[in-house]
T-cell receptor, first 113, second 113 residues
Framework: AQSVTQLGSHVSVSEGALVLLRCNYS??????LFWYVQYPNQGLQLLLK??????LVKGINGFEAEFKKSETSFHLTKPSAHMSDAAEYFC???????????FGQGTRLTINP | IAGITQAPTSQILAAGRRMTLRCTQD?????MYWYRQDLGLGLRLIHY???????GKGEVPDGYSVSRANTDDFPLTLASAVPSQTSVYFC????????????FGPGTRLTVL
């Protein structure tokens, strides 16, 4: 069975600092990996995804993530945090051949001025 | 504007009452999903539908039922609500069950007393 673990339920960084949100997955077959963002009182929006090809993927709002098979990781980064990045971030996995997404528990990102 | 609408936005419900959460999409997506979001648990799949006329059970289906009479609508029914069903409910859709991106509605906040 596939699963997702997000390390840290709450991450706080200063405005302009590096953002690093960690995600590890377990899957017996090659996975499709996703990061979704949820702003307060809204639904989830797709931030970026990895399916095949280049392991470094770029998403919206300056975020990117790198698929590392050897580490079973898909960490989300942004070089310089902005106040508008404050939100909850969810990592999700879907294995090839499976229909459903499995979500991690979420990481709340707070940006300090 | 194309997208997913959910109703109601929020609801307080007495235990034992029946409640239907509505979800409508105008993107002609074949697949639809219902998730519940609980603090520390992320999103968990309740029920899904790969196409009109078919439904399936997700990770936490007990106490919930769904129907998919047409492409656009996917209502979620709580036959006899219990306090443990207090949660935020999200409806989502995708062009097909195998499509990687799911689009989410704004959510329904349900409180069962």
């Amino acid at each position: 069975a596939q699963s997702v673990t997000q390390l840290g339920s709450h991450v706080s960084v200063s405005e302009g600092a590096l953002v690093l949100l960690r995600c590890n997955y377990s899957s017996s077959v090659p996975p499709y990996l996703f990061w979704y963002v949820q702003y307060p009182n809204q639904g989830l929006q797709l931030l970026l995804k990895y399916t095949t090809g280049a392991t470094l993927v770029k998403g919206i709002n300056g975020f990117e993530a790198e698929f590392k098979k050897s580490e079973t990781s898909f960490h989300l980064t942004k070089p310089s945090a902005h106040m508008s990045d404050a939100a909850e971030y969810f990592c999700a996995v879907r294995t090839q051949g499976a229909q459903k997404l499995v979500f991690g528990q979420g990481t709340r990102l707070t940006i300090n001025p | 504007i194309a997208g997913i609408t959910q109703a109601p936005t929020s609801q307080i419900l007495a235990a034992g009452r029946r409640m239907t959460l509505r979800c409508t999409q105008d993107m002609r997506h074949n697949a639809m999903y219902w998730y519940r979001q609980d603090l520390g648990l992320g999103l968990r799949l309740i029920h899904y539908s790969n196409t009109a006329g078919t439904t399936g059970k997700g990770e936490v289906p007990d106490g919930y039922s769904v129907s998919r009479a047409n492409t656009d609508d996917f209502p979620l029914t709580l036959a006899s609500a219990v306090p443990s069903q207090t949660s935020v409910y999200f409806c989502a859709s995708s062009t097909s069950p195998w499509e990687n991106e799911q689009f989410f509605g704004p959510g329904t906040r349900l409180t069962v007393l």
